[in-house]
């Protein structure tokens, strides 16, 4: 009998020769932003994986109870640009401290989350965030959830692009524009040549 909590997987298309990860800073909006600009970076797509409702809108999503995360799935050219740096830009522009939320976004669609999408991906994950635990740079352990890819479904067409669509709304300018800029002060040397 079948369980109507386990969705089929839904497939995440990749173009032969790019890779894909899905990962969860919080608001898709701020981590859109950050990685659009990451050269390597091939395409960025905000949406919702890891719940239990088939094809969820925003709005149910919001209320905390679909199971779902607010991804961005990210196609990547591993010639230009590892997983292991793309992981540690994630870490190192969000909190993956924080359980359920992302400063005043609170709720388990804000959590920390890496769905990877073979085991390779995945161990390598579990040992970058071991290695960060250990390492000390931050004062409590990294709540970041590292688990096999099962859905995705793409936001709502609103939601993409937003920051360069909408940079002067107060959130963008508060929320997401100081992550951009942490990643440019960290991470100079990986941004899109102009």
């Not at 859905?151 to 929320?175: D, M, R, S, T």
Request: hydrophobic share 40%; glycine share 8%.
């Amino acid at each position: 009998m079948n369980n109507p909590l386990m969705l089929p997987k839904t497939e995440l298309i990749c173009p032969e020769g790019l890779e894909v990860v899905l990962l969860g800073g919080g608001c898709f909006w701020c981590t859109e932003a950050v990685f659009l600009r990451l050269e390597g970076v091939e395409k960025v797509i905000p949406g919702y994986a890891g719940g239990i409702v088939e094809k969820p809108s925003y709005e149910a999503i919001c209320t905390g109870t679909t199971g779902h995360a607010e991804v961005i799935q990210v196609l990547f050219d591993p010639k230009q640009i590892s997983l292991e740096t793309l992981l540690a830009v994630f870490w190192a522009t969000h909190d993956p401290t924080t359980l359920n939320r992302q400063g005043a976004d609170v709720g388990p669609q804000y959590r920390s989350a890496v769905f990877y999408r073979n085991e390779a991906q995945g161990e390598l994950a579990r040992s970058l965030k071991d290695k960060l635990n250990q390492s000390g740079i931050y004062n409590s352990a990294i709540v970041t959830e590292i688990t096999p890819f099962s859905n995705f479904y793409p936001a709502e067409v609103y939601h993409h692009n937003y920051y360069a669509l909408h940079g002067q709304q107060p959130y963008c300018q508060f929320v997401v524009r100081p992550k951009v800029e942490k990643l440019q002060k960290l991470f100079g040397e990986l941004l899109l040549k102009d």
